[in-house]
């Protein structure tokens, strides 16, 4: 591996990455098949992705038609990884065999391992047969919507395409290793002005967050909007918090702690709901909301807005918040969920749904043009990635732990191939011009 290091840090040409010889294994995160039935009978919250999640070497898979080979330099904990790695809602391995029974590509995927993760910043090494959009030595970073299209049902929309799957949680081969196989045409030019570790954090919550607030898909957002964000300083909400301010909407923050507060007003949030000072408790019991800790937050809305509700509520924690969200949406508003990291069943009391007329929408990833235009948005700098912490490859179970326990604030990075963080900038000027428009805002 050090040769393909040495060459990507040396910026080798198409040629010289054609001839550089393959590995037969590399180094991977991966859960095993065999551990499956590990958490049985223990609660979620206690359930270690420290203990499922290995670092083992793996062989090297073809590469299929329209498939490139990359060497990660930097990948990111996502959700779908922390799920994977604690088999919930159900073990990946179902995703795997149901994928080799419906493609003869798939059946590669289909092994006693599942190598991990949704996101990844690296260099190519290799293309199969049919690409031609991207050849050995760019750099590059993946989305993680990897879809067939053989049927018309996705090509309005490729999220809606019937073989439509996350890279990495619902395939083989994933980000959180030093090679990983994608289909091209997942692939997107690098921004220029990030390191390995920046570039690879915004790739899965960017796009989710773009579609689910800014697309026509989710919550089609205009100017004026006022948008209660949940979770607004952690890896989706923080991109939720950067689309509403450049689009002209308002956002409310909602965040857990003095320290996130501080994240959300960095990035230029004014109306900013502390839920530790504020000691919201939206269920008394496990089976039981409390509607009137609904209606105080409703009126600490009203309070930071001068008397407006949501037009948009931006949702994903799911169950805990599902209720709230419902109620304080305005007259006619929006509820646009995805996720739902605690918990997948959720309650809310539909009256305030249909006599209010509001709608809930739910969206998932991205389609192609959702992800290009996020990514395109974080290339001109105007969308910045949130990392908070950097892992190496061997500590990945940790990285996915933190996440798990809510541990992080933005994105958790995890380095593969790389080094030492602070490397991969190719364009330093326009780097300097965003620091420099990011330090200025922050001072204020």
Same mark, same amino acid.
């Given at each position: 591996?050090?040769?393909?290091?040495?060459?990507?840090?040396?910026?080798?040409?198409?040629?010289?990455?054609? +001839?550089?010889?393959? =590995? #037969?294994?590399? &180094?991977?995160? $991966?859960?095993?098949?065999?551990?499956?039935?590990?958490? !049985? /009978? *223990?609660?979620?919250?206690?359930?270690?992705?420290?203990?499922?999640?290995?670092?083992?070497?793996?062989?090297?898979?073809?590469?299929?038609?329209?498939?490139?080979?990359?060497?990660?330099?930097?990948?990111?904990?996502?959700?779908?990884?922390?799920?994977?790695?604690?088999?919930?809602?159900?073990?990946?391995?179902?995703?795997?065999?149901?994928? +080799?029974?419906?493609? =003869? #590509?798939?059946? &590669?995927?289909? $092994?006693?391992?599942?190598?991990?993760?949704?996101?990844? !910043? /690296? *260099?190519?090494?290799?293309?199969?047969?049919?690409?031609?959009?991207?050849?050995?030595?760019?750099?590059?970073?993946?989305?993680?919507?990897?879809?067939?299209?053989?049927?018309?049902?996705?090509?309005?929309?490729?999220?809606?395409?019937?073989?439509?799957?996350?890279?990495?949680?619902?395939?083989?081969?994933?980000?959180?290793?030093?090679?990983?196989?994608?289909?091209?045409?997942?692939?997107?030019?690098?921004?220029?002005?990030?390191?390995?570790?920046?570039?690879?954090?915004? /790739?899965?919550?960017?796009?989710?967050?773009?579609?689910?607030?800014?697309?026509?898909?989710?919550?089609?957002?205009?100017?004026?909007?006022?948008?209660?964000?949940?979770?607004?300083?952690?890896?989706?909400?923080?991109?939720?918090?950067?689309?509403?301010?450049?689009?002209?909407?308002?956002?409310?923050?909602?965040?857990?702690?003095?320290?996130?507060?501080?994240?959300?007003?960095?990035?230029?949030?004014?109306?900013?709901?502390?839920?530790?000072?504020?000691?919201?408790?939206?269920?008394?019991?496990?089976?039981?909301?409390?509607?009137?800790?609904?209606?105080?937050?409703?009126?600490?809305?009203?309070?930071?807005?001068?008397?407006?509700?949501?037009?948009?509520?931006?949702?994903?924690?799911?169950?805990?918040?599902?209720?709230?969200?419902?109620?304080?949406?305005?007259?006619?508003?929006?509820?646009?969920?995805?996720?739902?990291?605690?918990?997948?069943?959720?309650?809310?009391?539909?009256?305030?749904?249909?006599?209010?007329?509001?709608?809930?929408?739910?969206?998932?990833?991205?389609?192609?043009?959702?992800?290009?235009?996020?990514?395109?948005?974080?290339?001109?700098?105007?969308?910045?990635?949130?990392?908070?912490?950097?892992?190496?490859?061997?500590?990945?179970?940790?990285?996915?732990?933190?996440?798990?326990?809510?541990?992080?604030?933005?994105?958790?990075?995890?380095?593969?191939?790389?080094?030492?963080?602070?490397?991969?900038?190719?364009?330093?000027?326009?780097?300097?011009?965003?620091?420099?428009?990011?330090?200025?805002?922050?001072?204020?």
């Amino acid at each position: 591996m050090q040769e393909i290091i040495d060459a990507i840090e040396s910026h080798a040409d198409r040629a010289t990455c054609e +001839a550089l010889a393959l =590995p #037969d294994t590399y &180094r991977a995160a $991966l859960i095993r098949r065999e551990d499956a039935d590990m958490f !049985a /009978g *223990v609660e979620s919250k206690d359930k270690d992705p420290r203990r499922s999640i290995k670092i083992d070497h793996v062989p090297v898979p073809e590469l299929a038609h329209g498939e490139a080979l990359i060497a990660v330099m930097a990948s990111s904990i996502n959700y779908t990884t922390v799920w994977t790695s604690i088999f919930e809602p159900v073990s990946t391995f179902g995703f795997l065999q149901r994928y +080799a029974k419906s493609h =003869p #590509d798939g059946a &590669r995927h289909d $092994l006693p391992y599942h190598v991990i993760g949704s996101d990844a !910043a /690296g *260099v190519v090494l290799r293309v199969g047969p049919g690409v031609n959009a991207f050849a050995p030595g760019d750099r590059v970073v993946a989305h993680c919507l990897s879809v067939e299209l053989e049927s018309p049902a996705g090509h309005n929309d490729t999220m809606l395409d019937p073989e439509q799957r996350i890279w990495g949680y619902e395939t083989n081969f994933g980000g959180l290793a030093e090679l990983a196989i994608v289909k091209s045409n997942q692939l997107m030019a690098k921004p220029e002005h990030l390191t390995w570790e920046e570039a690879a954090v915004p /790739g899965l919550v960017n796009s989710t967050a773009y579609r689910q607030l800014v697309s026509k898909n989710g919550a089609d957002m205009k100017q004026g909007d006022v948008v209660l964000i949940w979770g607004a300083s952690g890896g989706l909400g923080s991109y939720a918090t950067q689309y509403a301010l450049n689009g002209g909407a308002v956002p409310i923050c909602v965040v857990s702690s003095p320290e996130k507060a501080k994240i959300a007003r960095s990035m230029g949030a004014e109306l900013i709901i502390d839920r530790s000072a504020e000691g919201y408790a939206f269920w008394k019991d496990p089976q039981t909301q409390d509607p009137k800790e609904w209606q105080r937050l409703g009126k600490k809305i009203r309070e930071l807005t001068g008397g407006e509700d949501p037009d948009i509520v931006f949702e994903h924690p799911g169950r805990e918040t599902f209720g709230a969200s419902v109620y304080v949406a305005r007259r006619g508003g929006t509820i646009v969920t995805c996720a739902s990291t605690s918990g997948f069943m959720h309650e809310y009391d539909n009256r305030y749904l249909w006599m209010n007329l509001k709608k809930i929408i739910g969206t998932h990833f991205a389609n192609y043009r959702e992800a290009f235009e996020a990514n395109r948005l974080v290339a001109k700098g105007v969308i910045h990635p949130t990392l908070s912490q950097v892992f190496t490859l061997d500590q990945a179970g940790d990285a996915a732990y933190e996440v798990h326990r809510n541990l992080h604030q933005g994105k958790v990075g995890v380095l593969a191939l790389a080094p030492r963080p602070g490397l991969g900038v190719t364009n330093p000027l326009l780097r300097s011009h965003v620091l420099e428009k990011i330090n200025r805002f922050t001072a204020k």
